[in-house]
């Protein structure tokens, strides 16, 4: 157990819906991360949050937004749902925004049908 | 374009053998490189991570990688796997953002 919640596990919904995943970072963590990970275009980078703001963005689509809030636990939105946007969607956290080691959860799947 | 590549996308060893994953990377400067492992249905797990100094880097579980400058490499290896180890296990590098490779799935045969 990585100490990194999220919620929910799993999540399935229908093209044009708008969903949002929860992340709740380690005790003491400041930087949480998102990621996305499908079978065709692997493990992606999408953002980075630090101690409330954004630090960094990569391939995260404009249909997509996510915020860190004052307890710190972070949200993605994820509007428009495409059929390709089905993926596991993975939060992780770390202690400081450098190189410190990242923590993962378990991770949400999201089925869009 | 910066790219992590881990050739092999399935392995297979017998349980006791000695292991080593391939990962190559094109980044301008060297970037930071991480190991991570992923078992199934779970998150991500940092095995190891080089940012200076020693080319061998020991991790958990008995895993050790290698960099090689001179062949941009980040070879992970383990002298005795375990069936235990059977997972996927991804090469990352970093420089302003991170960037894995495909993956390589680890298959143990008894």
């Known amino acids: 157990d990585s100490g990194v919640t999220q919620t929910p596990k799993h999540l399935i919904t229908a093209t044009g819906q708008r969903v949002t995943l929860r992340c709740s970072p380690r005790?003491?963590?400041?930087?949480v991360y998102w990621y996305q990970q499908s079978l065709d275009q692997g493990l992606q980078f999408l953002i980075h949050?630090?101690?409330?703001?954004?630090?960094a963005k990569g391939n995260i689509l404009e249909r997509f937004s996510a915020q860190q809030f004052p307890d710190l636990h972070s949200e993605l939105n994820l509007s428009s749902l495409e059929l390709g946007d089905s993926a596991l969607y993975f939060c992780?956290?770390?202690?400081?925004?450098?190189?410190?080691?990242?923590?993962f959860g378990p991770g949400t799947r999201l089925l869009v049908l | 374009a910066q790219s992590v590549t881990q050739p092999d996308i399935h392995i297979t060893v017998s349980e006791g053998a000695s292991l080593e994953l391939r990962c190559n990377y094109s980044?301008?400067?060297?970037?930071?490189l991480f190991w991570y492992v992923q078992s199934p249905g779970q998150g991500l797990q940092l095995l190891l991570k080089?940012?200076?100094?020693?080319?061998l880097v020991q991790g958990i579980k008995g895993f050790e990688a290698e960099f090689k400058r001179s062949q941009s490499s980040f070879n992970l290896r383990k002298p005795s796997v375990h069936w235990s180890d059977a997972a996927e296990y991804f090469c990352?590098?970093?420089?302003?953002?991170?960037?894995f490779g495909k993956g390589t799935r680890l298959h143990i045969l008894p």
């Open positions: 980044y301008g400067a060297t970037p930071y």
């Open positions: 992780a956290s770390s202690v400081g925004g450098g190189t410190e080691t990242q923590y």
């Open positions: 080089y940012f200076s100094g020693d080319t």
């Open positions: 990352a590098a970093k420089d302003d953002k991170i960037i």
């Open positions: 949050y630090y101690n409330g703001e954004e630090r």
């Open positions: 005790s003491g963590d400041l930087s």
